[in-house]
């Protein structure tokens, strides 16, 4: 199959950890007889530093003409303490999801046996646990109106949200329900927010339509409080863009760490691959972040974009097998931490002898 992939690196660990993911699906390449294009693009802080745009549009027409993106992260300490900052490094993210139309960015909760005493869970509690959570990432308060009032010191963000918006992400959720296990989880605050109380009701109107699903209707709060009690009561999970955010990063951890999640942002032009962790300043530069997560996320490209399902499972296996063999970065293993090439090529070459 021939297949051109855009590689946005970014800012952080995200060169690193980019950089073994590509070792990854070159081994894929060479062994399934595929031919990969790769074209590199800029974003992020390291954009805003070429050419003053964190996402700039000769980035944006690289990701239109792709078949699918790999991304690194973004993000840098400069602009996180200089709330004046005119451009920051997450505009771009934001800019390149409103523009791809990418509306659903798709986290799987996933345990590993071989790292169950990482959790900071009992292992009884995450042993087994495997959940989707659905985030709704193009809408809500991240793009509503925001702004200061003339004083400076009232600001404003606003949460919107239309029935269209509420309908396609339901919808998602509905369809991944029916793959799984049957039970949906909306999550919102309807006891407080218009907007949560568009949700319910939509998810009301679509719950007869789907009489195999089971649905629940969460508050937020009681969502954050369960998935740390009762991680495994969870199947599929759908919300809005806020609450997924605060939601997948406390699910993320009681995997043993964020340095493992993958996700893929799908919707209406080319779906996007990034690890769900960020860019790691302080690890930059020092051959030490985990690339688990960025590998992981090339199998759900394989999977989700190309439609190569061997290709995933085999990216899968190999993950799966380093873990055993405690070839981890540090994160896993303070005492025999290995570097992150080291682990990037320990998983290339278990899938080219495979
Ligand atoms: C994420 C990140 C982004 C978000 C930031 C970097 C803008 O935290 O992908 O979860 O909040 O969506
Ligand atoms: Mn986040």
Known sequence: MKKNIAVLAGDGIGPEVIREALKVTKAIEKKFGHEFSYTEAITGACAIDEVGDPYPESTHAICMNADA?????????????DPTAKVRPEQGLLRMRKQLG????????????????????????VEGANFMCIRELTGGIYFGEKGRKDDGNTAFDNCVYTREEVERILKLGYEYAMKRNKKLTIVDKANVLETS???????????PKYPEVDTQFMFVDNAAMQIIQWPKNFDVMVTENMFGDILTDEASVITGSMGLLPSASIGIHTSVFEPIHGSYPQAAGKNIANPVATILSAAMMF????GLMPEGALIRKAVAASLEENVVTEDISKEHAKSTS????????????A
């Open 197 to 207: 109380r568009l949700w319910r009701q939509i998810g009301q109107e679509m719950a």
């Open 342 to 353: 080291q682990v990037g090529d320990w998983i290339a070459q278990f899938i080219e002898k």
């Open 69 to 81: 993106v790999l991304f690194g992260a973004i993000g840098h300490p400069k602009f996180d303490n």
């Open 102 to 125: 990418l509306y659903a960015n798709i986290r799987p909760v996933e345990t590993f046996d071989s790292l169950l005493h990482k959790s900071p869970l009992k292992k009884e509690l």
């Open 303 to 306: 999977e989700y974009a190309f």
